[in-house]
């Protein structure tokens, strides 16, 4: 069904949106029947949005286990907890529920701290929380995992919002604490370990972010594993361009005296193509430094095949190398591995 | 503990008179033919006169200016080939923790690329 693909969709914004339509603003519904209300929103106020939903096989797996309000089995749990919601305070809700499930939610909630933390800043008082464990109780599979990730990245963007709706998955104590900025997971201890933990881990995966943008062709390895590889293969890349360069200009003897100058005044002219002539390959080198192979692998190709650094052959010969890497020009890289974020190409 | 990434240019223009007035010393001295010794010189310049670039505001800089002072194997280190560790491929990398790390060596992967690109340029300039 739309709706329910659309409630575990992979992506907050149409609810977002729906909210900022103005259908949202029945709260008082919203403790009670937090699951109803993106449902009637997504009827009321259904856009092309929900297109892209049907096309998350992620949510496939999810979409028999979101009956409609009321009906199916997994929703009965909900339905139960629902029925406590006006007896009981919120605290006692959160406890039951959290007696139901506490250890469904320690796999699902692991995978995306940061958008979780970011998320239950936003938290507003209230009834999130009970919904938002009833709802954990009732899926405690891996598949939530997935849709937790998610709905969790994208909470991240629509987080300024503070709906209640993103907080369904919302750590089960946090509710009464909104002044403790860093929550626990729901079955997760609070203690200061994991918090620290969390908070390492968070670090980790921005400095993890920023070296993807610095080293190129790194937009699509996802995976901290593949992603350390590339940047220790990018590394020794560099490393051993730079003693490349270092050897070609032990030969070149005399330093000129000009070439201060010229230098500075290329890096602050950023000459464009200022030298067309490839380098001449002088035949005293030899080979005992290996080409860069990973310019080689990704430059001399087609730019449409990626780098295959596992394949690059580790010696080449000189001559053929230096000017295949002379005459890129680095069209084909964008990013430009040489490191050129501000110029453009420069013919060699 | 996030330092911003340097400005590139601002680390190339440092780079770049380091490096040539390194170059031009070495050029003077004796002893220095058409050898091997050269490369390995050129190479310890190049290294050398980056970090001295960037100066003592990041570990991996420290680091290889402390190697320097301390007249160890300064100039061994690439060549051997370290294992297939960033610990070993960043300057300094191994006493450091994780997070430290990864922030050193993005900024280390700054430096190289500026000095790749200086380099580079100064090939250019001086054998059209």
Not at chain 1, 63 to 90: A, C, I, K, W, Y
Not at chain 1, 329 to 335: A, K, L, T
Request: charged share 25%.
């Amino acid at each position: 069904m739309c709706s329910e693909s659309m409630f575990y969709g992979s992506n907050w914004d149409p609810i977002v949106s729906l909210s900022q339509s103005g259908n949202f603003g029945n709260s008082s519904i919203v403790s009670q029947s937090e699951f109803a209300n993106p449902l009637m929103l997504e009827n009321q106020a259904m856009g092309g949005s929900l297109a892209q939903f049907h096309s998350d096989s992620g949510l496939v797996d999810l979409v028999p286990r979101l009956p409609n309000f009321g009906s199916g089995s997994s929703f009965s749990e909900m339905v139960t907890s629902f029925g406590h919601n006006p007896d009981s305070s919120p605290n006692l809700q959160k406890g039951a529920t959290q007696d139901h499930c506490p250890n469904s939610d320690g796999g699902m909630l692991g995978a995306s701290p940061y958008g979780k933390r970011k998320r239950e800043r936003e938290v507003q008082q209230g009834a999130s929380p009970k919904s938002g464990e009833e709802k954990q109780c009732k899926d405690p599979s891996g598949d939530t995992s997935r849709e937790d990730d998610k709905r969790k990245q994208k909470s991240e963007k629509g987080v300024a919002r503070g709906k209640q709706a993103k907080d369904d998955r919302s750590g089960a104590e946090p509710s009464k604490e909104d002044y403790i900025h860093v929550r626990a997971k729901r079955g997760q201890a609070t203690n200061s370990h994991s918090l620290a933990e969390r908070v390492r881990r968070e670090r980790i995966s921005e400095r993890m972010r920023l070296l993807q943008e610095l080293v190129p062709g790194c937009n699509k390895i996802t995976g901290k594993a593949m992603m350390l590889d590339e940047i220790i293969n990018y590394v020794q890349s560099l490393q051993q361009q730079v003693e490349f360069l270092s050897m070609k200009l032990a030969t070149v003897n005399p330093e000129l005296n000009m070439d201060i100058d010229r230098l500075l005044s290329k890096d602050i002219l950023q000459l464009h193509g200022g030298n067309t002539t490839p380098l001449g390959v002088s035949p005293g080198m030899g080979s005992s430094i290996p080409f860069p192979p990973y310019l080689q692998g990704s430059f001399n190709n087609a730019p449409g095949t990626g780098p295959p650094f596992h394949s690059l052959p580790q010696q080449h010969v000189w001559n053929t190398e230096l000017q295949g890497l002379l005459q890129m020009g680095f069209d084909p890289d964008p990013s430009g591995i040489m490191g050129r974020s501000g110029s453009s190409k420069m013919e060699l | 503990m996030n330092i911003q990434p340097p400005n590139s240019s601002s680390i190339k223009s440092r780079f770049a008179v380091k490096f040539v007035q390194a170059m031009k010393r070495l050029s003077k001295r004796r002893g220095m033919g058409d050898r091997y010794k050269r490369y390995r010189a050129t190479r310890a310049a190049a290294r050398v006169s980056l970090a001295a670039a960037v100066g003592p505001e990041r570990a991996w800089s420290r680091a290889v200016l402390r190697r320097i002072k301390k007249r160890r194997g300064l100039i061994g280190r690439t060549t051997t080939n370290p294992r297939r560790n960033l610990r070993g491929l960043v300057p300094g990398g191994k006493g450091m923790d994780y997070c430290s790390l990864l922030s050193e060596t993005a900024h280390y992967i700054t430096c190289l690329q500026a000095q790749v690109q200086v380099m580079q340029d100064m090939l250019h300039l001086s054998s059209p």
